[in-house]
């Protein structure tokens, strides 16, 4: 069964440090996300890659937040200056390979769970 | 006015009950997702949707988009069936919008 595969799964922070979440997606996909669930609230949709560039974000996903594949196999999301509201399970998920990622079942990571203190 | 809606939020059922969890929306979509969300966090995609009905196994979900409306069905249910249920509607994957999850909870 492919996987998703997410490091670290548990991260502290001081407020105000920069946190880089990892992320490998399955290896022939084409879409990456990122969701983020905070404590006791429904999941939240983030921002969506494809083709080497961000195809979607949400309002949530601020100047503060930045994705990127470094290489073939990971993707990172990182939080430039972390708050106290960033404290949440953050999901990387990937569908693919056909177009539009619509089509496809999609795979999540297993989560990273941030805190802010 | 929530744009997805599930009930109920709470479920608890003998083993062996049929279950049925719903959702609604107010939103256009071109895809409806049943995902599952072990108590460990972890989630896992069930059915996506666009029309009809899909089986998987015990599973069963429908979809009426005309009503905006689609069911989540599990036959002979069993305790490892215990997690939250979640409906998601969107444009594929892209800007999904999530429900509140449906917590079902089944007793041996």
């Known amino acids: 069964e492919p996987e998703v595969t997410q490091t670290p799964s548990h991260q502290v922070t001081q407020m105000g440090q920069e946190v880089i979440l990892r992320c490998v997606p399955i290896s022939n996909h084409l879409y990456f996300y990122w969701y983020r669930q905070i404590l006791g609230q429904k999941v939240e949709f983030l921002v969506s890659?494809?083709?080497?560039?961000?195809?979607?974000k949400s309002e949530i996903f601020d100047d503060q937040f930045s994705v990127e594949r470094p290489d073939g196999s990971n993707f990172t999301l990182k939080i430039r200056s972390t708050k106290l509201e960033d404290s949440a399970m953050y999901f990387c998920a990937s569908s693919g390979p056909g177009a539009g990622g619509s089509g496809n079942t999609i795979y999540f990571g297993e989560g990273s769970w941030l805190t802010v203190v | 006015k929530n744009e997805v809606e599930q009930s109920p939020q709470n479920l608890t059922a003998q083993e062996g009950e049929f279950i049925t969890i719903n959702c609604s929306y107010s939103v256009g979509i071109s895809a409806l997702h049943w995902l599952q969300q072990h108590p460990g966090g972890g989630i896992v995609s069930l059915f996506m949707?666009?029309?009809g009905k899909k089986k998987h196994g015990r599973l069963i979900a429908t979809i009426n988009i005309q009503e905006k409306h689609s069911s989540l069905h599990i036959t002979a249910s069993h305790p490892r069936d215990s997690a939250v249920y979640i409906c998601a509607v969107g444009p594929g994957y892209d800007k999904v919008i999530f429900g509140p999850g449906t917590s079902l909870s089944v007793i041996p």
């Open positions: 890659f494809y083709n080497n560039e961000i195809s979607e």
């Open positions: 949707l666009s029309s």
